[in-house]
């Protein structure tokens, strides 16, 4: 059965810490996303890879694909990033649909 | 605001009503996605249509209907429902034909079966 694993699941940190979130998977994929959900269900897509490395204001996406694994970090953590992370994949190409990792609790404290 | 709307946002439905949950999308997307998220689950899919097509079918029980008219709606009809149905249902889209492309949620329907 094609998998995501995704660690830790909760994390508690505290302000301006640097933050890694880490997922694997178990076969070949044509995607990863990495998603961010908030209280209240909204899901919202912060990065898309397929090879190497996304960077968005302080979100920064790796991905390896020989060793079927990615991370997701965000620097100088701030409250407003305590979300829910979740990681997903593409197994194929096309309209395919996602297969989800289960996400990791992420809260910052001040 | 990610374009993708769902109504309604939230729906309390007894076992034996009938239903329609609701998206829509002007994104110019031709795929369209609905995934259930439940308690302490991960997200699952559970239907796709491309070009209003269903390619995929995630082995969804037959009490929930999925129709896509056009390339800008989808709707999932729910009837005769069980309790453990319960989940937040959210809808994508997408735009298929690249080879990788990003999805946009709605922000869900939280359904409570009683």
């Known amino acids: 059965k094609n998998e995501v694993e995704q660690s830790p699941q909760n994390l508690t940190a505290q302000e301006g810490e640097f933050i890694t979130i880490n997922c694997s998977y178990s076969?070949?994929?044509?995607?990863l996303h990495w998603l961010q959900q908030h209280p209240g269900g909204g899901i919202v897509s912060l990065f898309m890879?397929?090879?190497?490395?996304k960077k968005h204001g302080r979100l920064i996406a790796t991905i390896n694909i020989q060793e079927k694994h990615s991370s997701l970090h965000i620097t100088a953590s701030h409250p407003r990033d305590s979300a829910v992370y979740i990681c997903?994949?593409?197994w194929g190409g096309g309209a395919d649909g996602l297969t989800f990792g289960k996400g990791t609790h992420l809260i910052i404290q001040p | 605001e990610t374009g993708v709307t769902q109504t309604p946002r939230h729906l309390v439905m007894g076992m034996t009503n009938k239903k329609s949950l609701k998206c829509e999308q002007h994104?110019?997307?031709?795929?369209m996605y609905w995934y259930k998220q439940s308690a302490k689950k991960p997200l699952e899919l559970m239907f796709v249509?491309?070009?209003?097509?269903?390619?995929e079918n995630n082995s969804v029980p037959s009490r929930f209907s999925p129709e896509c008219p056009n390339s800008s709606h989808l709707f999932l009809h729910l009837h005769t429902l069980q309790p453990e149905d319960s989940a937040l249902y959210l809808c994508?889209?997408?735009?298929?034909?690249?080879?990788?492309?990003?999805?946009?949620f709605g922000p869900g329907t939280r359904l409570t079966v009683l």
């Open positions: 890879l397929s090879s190497g490395k």
């Open positions: 994104l110019g997307h031709n795929a």
């Open positions: 249509y491309n070009f209003k097509e269903q390619t």
């Open positions: 076969v070949g994929i044509s995607a």
């Open positions: 997903a994949v593409r």
């Open positions: 994508a889209s997408s735009h298929p034909g690249q080879l990788v492309d990003t999805q946009y």
